[in-house]
């Protein structure tokens, strides 16, 4: 993934699909959820993930709201798999069974990451370690996939040194783990205090690496500095909401806001381009890190300059063979 990234510019590392806006959940810091939206029917997922395939895609990610709500989903890992994608999935754990597990480990998925907030349940979040403890351990009996234990500190959680068991529970079991750092509730940078930081030092000293733990953004945000880089949202990193448009992240929703059905090659080469203004500012761990394979070439501009590709990319590997 990494090696056809750094040859090939023009089509998208990562992909984060919606397969239903509902949630069996209603964590504070959270605004991706409802309690009224039902599964987008499969034929249309189907349809979107031949789309993201037909992109250039190299990885599509399930989530919502809780991807588990969706009675189909094994079918939708299973086609992402069919196009040879690696297929990853998002969700709170609340809804794994045995045979959930085992269906998955048929249908291929890759990669699956679970949030835990916190070791008990609290007015910020239900996702403790105390309810999912037993999911865990049959994640650890059952699963055929990579599992990742992703906890958060910041904004709104009250006990970061929760954050430390998690962990340690996430590494006894064979599990690799993340941190997540929330910004505060108007979206502003907001420096973690003294526990926070003395809580990251200790989690950064802890468990298994990843492609994740090699970036200095998190020092940045540790610190609420803003950060100077090229974030490529809209190209390399889509985000494709319920209704099928393509948005730059959960959090920046509404541009491009084009139907991925009509999402082309020339998006993506503008958007590639294009310099965001919330880029600074922003904690989304994912696109930092689909961005990072780009951080050394193409120069951003504004929208009046946007087209202007003054990069000589080396040859595309993409469909088609076309540079």
Not at 127 to 132: D, E, F, G, H, P
Not at 135 to 153: C, D, G, P, T
Request: hydrophobic letters at 35%.
């Amino acid at each position: 993934m990494i090696a056809r990234g750094l040859l090939d510019t023009r089509h998208p590392i990562l992909a984060h699909l919606i397969v239903t806006r509902r949630c069996n959940l209603s964590c504070a810091y959270c605004n991706e959820y409802d309690r009224v939206s039902g599964p987008v029917p499969l034929a249309v997922l189907i349809e979107r993930v031949d789309r993201l395939a037909a992109l250039g895609t190299q990885i599509i990610t399930l989530s919502g709201g809780e991807p588990l709500l969706h009675p189909e989903l094994e079918q939708v890992v299973a086609r992402v798999r069919r196009h040879g994608l690696l297929a990853g999935l998002i969700t709170n754990a609340y809804l794994l069974t045995e045979s959930r597990i085992r269906a998955l480990n048929r249908a291929g998925l890759d990669h699956m990451q679970v949030s835990i907030d916190n070791l008990q349940p609290d007015a910020v979040s239900k996702k403790s370690l105390r309810v999912l403890e037993p999911k865990l351990r049959m994640l650890a009996r059952y699963a055929e996939f990579h599992v990742n234990v992703n906890a958060v500190l910041g904004s709104g959680v009250p006990r970061p040194e929760d954050a430390l068991e998690v962990a340690r529970r996430a590494v006894e079991l064979g599990f690799s783990f993340t941190v997540g750092i929330l910004h505060g509730p108007d979206g502003r940078l907001v420096p973690l205090g003294p526990r926070e930081r003395e809580v990251y030092e200790r989690l950064s000293d802890m468990g298994r690496v990843s492609y994740s733990r090699f970036h200095h953004f998190r020092r940045n945000l540790v610190e609420g500095r803003e950060n100077q880089w090229r974030c490529r949202a809209g190209a390399r990193y889509l985000y494709i909401c319920e209704d099928g448009l393509v948005h730059y992240c959960s959090q920046r929703r509404g541009r491009p806001g084009k139907p991925l059905t009509e999402y082309s090659v020339e998006d993506l080469r503008r958007e590639f381009y294009l310099e965001k203004p919330c880029a600074p500012r922003c904690t989304l761990a994912c696109v930092h890190q689909v961005s990072l394979i780009d951080a050394w070439r193409a120069p951003q501009r504004g929208e009046e300059g946007f087209g202007r590709p003054d990069l000589v990319t080396l040859p595309s590997l993409g469909p088609g063979g076309q540079a």
